[in-house]
Nanobody, 124 residues
Framework: QVQLVESGGGLVQAGASLRLSCAAS????????MGWFRQAPGKEREFVAA????????TYADSVKGRFTISRDNVVNTVHLQMNSLKPEDTAVYYC?????????????????WGQGTQVTVSS
């Protein structure tokens, strides 16, 4: 099994920055994609960003391109999401995901493992 533990959420004002982190443990395998989805109240869960094992392939939702940056540290099996210029519409629970593969798909059905989520709230 795989365990994913998120950290770094919180309450910030519009325009501020936050950095989310997610540590993976367990049977991740030697080649796996990590990423983030989010779910706002009353809305469906949506893709945010994902990154391949080597970091050479990243995918982003159009709504976060240019503001969010995903990165990973394979030494400690951790993925980060740097979120800048936050907007109230970024308010959501952010979920870390993992897939034993090398392509960072944007479809939620592609991901086998999910974290418990961390709340991000952006006030106007």
């Amino acid at each position: 099994q795989v365990q994913l533990v998120e950290s770094g959420g919180g309450l910030v004002q519009a325009g501020a920055s936050l950095r989310l982190s997610c540590a993976a443990s367990g049977r991740t395998g030697s080649n796996y994609v990590m990423g983030w989805f989010r779910q706002a109240p009353g809305k469906e869960r949506e893709f945010v960003a994902a990154i391949s094992m080597s970091g050479d392939i990243t995918t982003y939702a159009d709504s976060v391109k240019g503001r969010f940056t995903i990165s990973r540290d394979n030494v400690v099996n951790t993925v980060h999401l740097q979120m800048n210029s936050l907007k109230p519409e970024d308010t959501a629970v952010y979920y870390c995901v993992l897939r034993r593969d090398n392509y960072p798909y944007t479809d939620r059905l592609a991901y086998d493992y999910w974290g418990q989520g961390t709340q991000v709230t952006v006030s106007s």
